[in-house]
């Protein structure tokens, strides 16, 4: 606890891990059961996602179609998830709560799509000491490198922590839940039934849920999801999607529906999703091994405000050896609650090139506004160029600059 390694080759190992002096453990071929420390990993879905370290009881059943999993502890920690959107600095970044539970923590850099924020672009998951510290008493995270509002494509970037904290005076809550789950067919088919019941701090309330994952076809597959909850702090809530996703040789697409309440969730859900509406369809489809062609149409409406959103957009991408050419156009129309109009229509461009044995990159790319309103705050006239030189195959020198017009 006081003197422990780093940058070494130890590895710690727990064979009995339990923060109480009793550990035990059950298996058979088909079932386990488990008093000690767990992580219940309840992560296949999103909307009935509880994923969480805890002490208590656990145990699982796999049979051949039947998988039926519960766990069960009495615990003083309440679960907090905060999200921070990076602002190009290293920090310090504070979180919502105080004197954190030490090493209770999971930090993640997650960048999300522009547009649909519920899409994950890319997920890192940080070490401790070595990609940040942090202060557990002044709930305070600094990183090592700057985290970037976000990425090159303009897509947004955030620090999602998930952390425990003690409750006051250390008293005891019971946190206990269920899933069973029924398997489709030979593959990754599935229909489950969730329920989760916790009395602790943070996000108190109950949950109750049903998600299915369903391969039509090898190439097409279904997500469904219905969930309610019931929070102590917000009140009831619930939250639906139905997706439809196809994957072939050159065509791949996707249509959906998704809403979420603004009192939904128990703080293991994405809270960017809370009081939205948004159902779509995108697609793209590959002419050649040069040129593909990509559409994409959705409505997004805040349902606490009654703000809504049409997106239409088009793009092609041509390329030829060290060449990238791509061009397409945007629609926009939006409606706020007083009656505004944010209307905008963008051209898209971008041309990268490779030089000198692609040692050299060059590349522009950027989103015009061609009506010049710039009445849509999230769709300005903006443009970014960049070069990288690889002076080895070990160190790289690389240039940005973005411009904003609006």
């Not at 602790?200 to 909850?229: H, I, K």
């Not at 060290?322 to 061009?327: E, P, S």
Request: charged share 30%.
């Amino acid at each position: 606890q006081f003197y422990t390694l780093y940058g070494d080759g130890t590895e710690q190992r727990f064979d009995a891990e339990s923060r109480r002096k009793l550990y035990l453990k059950v298996e058979g071929a088909q079932f386990a059961a488990l008093f000690g420390d767990f992580d219940t990993g309840w992560d296949r879905s999103e909307f009935t996602r509880y994923s969480r370290r805890m002490n208590g009881l656990q145990s699982n059943y796999y049979g051949t179609k039947w998988e039926v999993s519960a766990f069960a502890s009495e615990t003083e920690l309440g679960f907090y998830r905060d999200e921070l959107r990076g602002d190009g600095t290293s920090g310090t970044y504070r979180l919502s709560q105080r004197n954190l539970v030490a090493n209770s923590e999971r930090v993640r850099i997650v960048t999300r799509d522009r547009f649909r924020t519920e899409q994950v672009v890319e997920e890192v998951l940080l070490v401790r000491y070595v990609d940040y510290s942090i202060d557990y008493d002044a709930g305070s995270l600094i990183f090592k490198q700057p985290i970037f509002g976000q990425d090159q494509n303009f897509n947004p970037v955030f620090v999602e922590v998930e952390y425990e904290v003690g409750n006051e005076g250390g008293s005891k809550e019971l946190v206990a839940g269920t899933r069973i789950a029924y398997q489709l067919d030979d593959q990754d088919s599935e229909v489950a039934l969730t329920y989760i019941d916790d009395d602790t701090a943070g996000q108190a309330g109950a949950l109750l849920g049903v998600d299915m994952r369903w391969d039509m076809t090898p190439s097409t597959r279904v997500n469904a999801e219905v969930a309610q909850t019931d929070s102590k702090a917000r009140g009831a809530g619930d939250a639906y999607l139905l997706e439809v996703e196809h994957q072939s040789a050159r065509l791949a697409g996707r249509a959906y529906y998704r809403e979420q309440d603004d009192n939904f969730g128990i703080g293991q859900q994405v809270g960017l999703e809370q009081g939205s509406r948004k159902v779509g369809a995108e697609g793209e489809y590959q002419l050649s091994d040069q040129l593909r062609l990509r559409a994409d149409v959705f409505q997004q409406t805040e349902t606490s405000t009654g703000n809504q959103r049409l997106v239409v957009s088009s793009l092609g991408e041509y390329r030829l050896g060290n060449t990238r050419l791509a061009g397409g156009a945007r629609s926009i129309r939006e409606e706020v609650a007083d009656g505004e109009r944010r209307d905008a229509e963008q051209v898209t461009v971008g041309v990268a090139r490779n030089f000198l044995n692609n040692r050299l990159a060059l590349r522009g790319d950027a989103e015009l506004d061609v009506n010049g309103g710039g009445a849509n705050a999230d769709y300005p006239s903006r443009a970014v160029v960049g070069a990288e030189y690889r002076l080895s195959h070990r160190l790289s020198l690389i240039g940005e600059q973005e411009f904003g017009f609006g």
